[in-house]
């Protein structure tokens, strides 16, 4: 039986995944914050950030406990991402729009994770922290998606 203690390796695999893209989405976000015009972005950006390590801490907690590895960096995807978001960002002309265009497709991205992950890990003792956590970008999703209709 699966514990808090002693979890099962699918579940293991996917919290290690999911640490991944959280580190990533964390410094994706803290790296879209220094490439955005508007202050009101660059603190939405900035609490997002924060945020995403939050959940990646919780996800490594709950490696932790029981005493699992915990990945130290994030994905080779989320790398290209950033780097594609400053470019796209130097060469755009509609200043913070692409920006938060790109953290849409990342929000996206990091939605399907936890939910292949939640398939995988149904009743697992991590099920709630999981399902807290994608409503938190779901939220998030939501909130950039107005802020784009906002400046149409």
Same mark, same amino acid.
């Given at each position: 039986?699966?514990?808090?203690? =002693?979890?099962? +390796?699918?579940?293991?695999?996917?919290?290690? =995944?999911? !640490?991944?893209? !959280?580190?990533? %989405?964390?410094? *994706?976000? &803290?790296?879209?914050?220094? $490439?955005? /015009?508007?202050?009101?972005?660059?603190? /939405?950006? *900035?609490?997002?950030?924060?945020?995403? /390590?939050?959940?990646? +801490?919780?996800?490594?907690?709950?490696?932790?406990?029981? #005493?699992?590895?915990?990945?130290?960096?994030?994905?080779?995807?989320?790398n290209? #991402?950033?780097?594609?978001?400053?470019a &796209?960002?130097?060469?755009?002309?509609?200043? +913070?729009?692409?920006?938060? /265009?790109e953290?849409?497709?990342?929000?996206?991205?990091? $939605? +399907? $994770?936890?939910?292949?992950?939640?398939?995988?890990?149904?009743?697992?003792?991590?099920?709630?922290?999981?399902? %807290? #956590?994608?409503?938190?970008? =779901?939220?998030?999703?939501?909130?950039?998606e107005?802020?784009? $209709?906002?400046?149409?």
């Amino acid at each position: 039986m699966e514990t808090t203690h =002693k979890l099962n +390796d699918s579940t293991v695999n996917g919290l290690q =995944k999911l !640490c991944k893209f !959280c580190h990533d %989405s964390a410094e *994706g976000y &803290r790296t879209a914050a220094g $490439e955005l /015009a508007s202050s009101t972005l660059v603190e /939405a950006f *900035g609490n997002i950030a924060d945020s995403r /390590a939050a959940m990646r +801490d919780e996800l490594v907690g709950m490696l932790g406990m029981s #005493h699992e590895d915990i990945p130290d960096s994030g994905t080779m995807l989320g790398n290209v #991402h950033r780097w594609w978001t400053e470019a &796209r960002s130097a060469i755009s002309s509609t200043d +913070d729009q692409a920006v938060v /265009a790109e953290a849409i497709r990342g929000e996206n991205t990091i $939605e +399907d $994770e936890y939910k292949d992950v939640l398939k995988d890990t149904a009743g697992s003792p991590a099920t709630n922290v999981l399902h %807290s #956590h994608l409503g938190s970008i =779901k939220a998030c999703r939501e909130t950039l998606e107005s802020i784009v $209709e906002a400046q149409r």
